[in-house]
């Protein structure tokens, strides 16, 4: 049963009836109103708990392998007395995503930039989705999973004009690989299926064909991404670092700082 | 004049000029074409030139195309979009992924893998020797830190190894390794030009004590120069040792190994690249000098301060260079500059990419210049922002690309013709040639200049 006290919306929730997931101080007592919850079949909950674990299990495991892979190669050496320190270096590189007057590129590109920051939040906050849904639904209040819905709405739009991007700029075309427009397509898919799934979580509709095909991209996300061009978050770190020190040592870097 | 007989090294003064260089003479082995011995040993040489930012650089581009406007080859010649630095880097990084990307392994066209084919190598050879300096413009404009001057080191460091080279460029350097410089310069000619600079400089007004001392030892400063300079522009070497000696600056000049250039940096072998780091090494300890003093060289001076440590696995010496030194002594005040010597003529200053980007080094000149004239102006992209002037990377070694080296200096030359200015003020060698280049294609009307010769005009001597 749905009701309207004031602007919340809030979605009464009967009595869990399927095997849960949750242990027993979070099964609902009779009568009990939560904000949200995560009334599904079992074979969603196996979905969106069991599998996404394996999945994430073997992403770690790839994503270790790679990190390892790479930590095996000689390092950058410095034996050259220092004009700059190359602690703060890294730190001043690792914190360029969120100075865009700090790069050329980014301060002349200021809607590209904010495009950017848009899609990247909504990223974090799908893949959070897909933990919050299954683990701790009544944090997905209305009011949060609307501001969700809206990231990802926007990073759908933004996804689109990415992939328009990417096909109509001659010096961006010559360079895309098939898995760059796989990968921006699925993204854009992704967030466009999720923005459906949310708003219709927020009508209280926690099992649909929306949610399904949400979480069946999930899985094929845990699984893909490590093999894709989508997992530059990984490597991420490891170029701003290593740039960092390099030029954080040569006092190229972070002068004032 | 300076008796250079006392300070010639003993093993000299009893058998003439030694031999510099190596032993051996060296002929690099170069292979006119891309053939499947060639491709099969670019094979075997590629791991060993996969370090963690080279490794790193080439699984991290996400094809972004932030770069696109990060390069003086995009910006001067925009029509040509395989300039782009990610597109000429992924010459490089098709093969690596064909070689280790996971996904390659079963769809590796969907990846934009390639095997190492003769046109793929061709490709690289053209966009990685001939189009790009090294200048590290596009790492700084790039989200993910992708090292390119690292990357296209390595696959060029493959490319020679394997025998694919442009040749003057490998020439310079076997030049360097069987000669002790890079131009062939003997020990008793250059013995001979520095003496005869010595004569000149002691004919100037108020510089008759100034002396050139070669071979000193203990002298606080062991200055090294650039092979052009006592080949074609001796007047540096004078306007140098003239600053240093109104300034009371002790330094030296080594008669055996002066040479600060290492090409080695442009072609990616790294045991040239020591070997030639070790001679200086040698000469540092031989004369037992505090201080390694770079030249205006750009490369010259980012191999000396920052490689020549890592090449060697530290040194027990300070490494510093003349537009340092010049900017300290004018700070002390220890040399008196007359700016109205150049009144009526406007400055800018072009930021060599290895000194001011990988070297740390932009302020120091420009103290330097701001004492010496009224008139400065600066270029829309300056310091560590400036575009290269397209001389770096050894490019002026390759005539092969000169044509596209002259087409890419087009954004240096807008910005140097917006300023204004009647002098180009530099401290690198290259850059000198390039930009006298650019300046007269494209009808600047500038001339160039470097430190040592903007302060010996000004100069004031008691």
Redesign the interface.
């Known amino acids: 049963m749905r009701e309207n006290q004031g602007s919340v919306t809030i979605i009464e929730i009967q009595y869990w009836e399927a095997p849960t997931f949750h242990d027993e101080n979070t099964l609902m007592k009779k009568g009990e109103i939560r904000t949200m919850e995560n009334k599904v079949s079992y074979a969603l909950y196996v979905l969106q708990e069991p599998v996404q674990y394996v999945c994430l299990l073997f992403m770690a495991t790839m994503y270790s392998l790679k990190i390892y892979q790479l930590m095996k190669k000689p390092g950058p050496p410095e034996k050259a007395e220092l004009k700059g320190d190359r602690f703060a270096g890294a730190l001043h590189s690792l914190a360029n995503v969120i100075r865009p007057w700090g790069m050329e590129s980014t301060r002349n590109n200021l809607y590209f930039y904010a495009e950017f920051v848009v899609f990247h939040i909504a990223v974090f906050l799908t893949i959070g989705a897909t933990f919050f849904i299954p683990l701790v639904p009544k944090l997905m209040t209305p009011a949060v999973s609307t501001v969700f819905m809206v990231f990802m709405g926007l990073a759908f739009l933004i996804g689109v004009r990415r992939i328009y991007r990417r096909v109509t700029v001659p010096e961006i075309r010559i360079i895309s690989s098939p898995d760059d427009y796989f990968a921006i397509s699925l993204m854009t898919v992704f967030f466009g299926v999720g923005f459906v799934t949310m708003y219709l979580w927020i009508l209280g509709k926690p099992e649909t064909g929306w949610m399904w095909v949400f979480f069946l991209m999930t899985t094929f996300f845990l699984l893909y991404v490590p093999f894709s061009k989508i997992s530059h978050y990984v490597l991420y770190p490891f170029g701003r670092v290593m740039f960092g020190q390099i030029f954080g040592g040569r006092g190229v870097l972070n002068r004032n700082s | 004049m300076a008796d250079v007989a006392h300070i010639k090294p003993k093993d000299q003064q009893e058998q003439g000029p030694m031999k510099l260089g190596t032993q051996e003479g060296r002929k690099w082995p170069i292979k006119p074409e891309f053939t499947p011995e060639v491709l099969e040993e670019m094979e075997k040489l590629l791991p060993s030139k996969?370090?963690?930012?080279v490794?790193?650089?080439l699984?991290?581009c996400?094809?972004c195309?932030?770069?696109?406007?990060?390069c003086h080859y995009?910006r001067s010649i925009p029509e040509d979009?395989?300039l782009?630095p990610?597109?000429k880097a992924?010459r490089f990084r098709k093969w690596y992924k064909w070689r280790y990307d996971?996904?390659a392994k079963l769809f590796p066209?969907?990846?934009?893998a390639q095997p190492l084919t003769k046109e793929l190598a061709k490709e690289m050879y053209d966009k990685l020797w001939g189009g790009c300096t090294m200048c590290r413009r596009c790492?700084?404009?790039?989200?993910?830190?992708?090292?390119y001057g690292m990357l296209v080191r390595a696959a060029r460091g493959i490319m020679c190894q394997a025998g694919r080279i442009p040749q003057h460029l490998q020439d310079t350097i076997d030049t360097h390794y069987n000669s002790g410089n890079n131009m062939a310069v003997p020990q008793d000619e250059f013995i001979e030009t520095i003496e005869w600079i010595e004569e000149e400089l002691q004919s100037e007004d108020g510089c008759e004590d100034f002396t050139i001392p070669l071979d000193k030892k203990g002298a606080k400063y062991f200055l090294t120069l650039n092979p052009r300079e006592p080949k074609y522009y001796p007047l540096t070497i004078q306007a140098t040792a003239k600053v240093l000696n109104a300034a009371g600056v002790d330094f030296t000049i080594s008669s055996r190994y002066w040479d600060l250039t290492n090409y080695a940096m442009f072609n990616g072998i790294d045991s040239d690249a020591k070997l030639f780091a070790s001679w200086i090494f040698d000469e540092m300890k031989r004369l037992e000098c505090e201080y390694l003093l770079s030249g205006e060289c750009g490369h010259g001076y980012r191999g000396l301060?920052?490689?020549?440590?890592?090449w060697?696995?530290?040194?027990p010496f300070?490494?510093t260079s003349t537009m340092e030194l010049f900017a300290k002594i004018i700070q002390e005040g220890r040399i008196t500059l007359d700016k109205s010597v150049w009144d009526g003529q406007r400055f800018t200053y072009h930021d060599s990419c290895n000194i001011?980007?990988?070297?740390?080094v932009w302020e120091e000149p420009r103290t330097v210049i701001r004492a010496a004239v009224n008139d400065f102006v600066e270029m829309e992209?300056n310091r560590?922002?400036s575009f290269c002037c397209g001389g770096g990377g050894g490019a002026l070694a390759m005539p092969e690309f000169s044509q596209r080296r002259i087409a890419a200096g087009k954004v240096k030359a807008d910005e140097i013709r917006a300023t204004g200015a009647t002098v180009i003020l530099q401290s690198c060698h290259n850059c000198t040639d390039q930009l006298k280049e650019i300046s007269e294609h494209y009808k600047l009307g500038a001339r160039v200049m470097n430190l040592a010769e903007l302060l010996t005009e000004a100069i004031v001597l008691k």
């Open positions: 996969l370090n963690r930012i490794a790193t650089s699984a991290g996400i094809h195309g932030m770069c696109s406007d990060a995009t979009k395989t782009l990610a597109y992924d996971w996904l066209s969907f990846v934009g790492t700084f404009n790039c989200p993910m830190g992708v090292d301060r920052w490689e020549l440590p890592n060697l696995g530290g040194v300070k490494i001011a980007r990988s070297g740390g992209h560590e922002q």
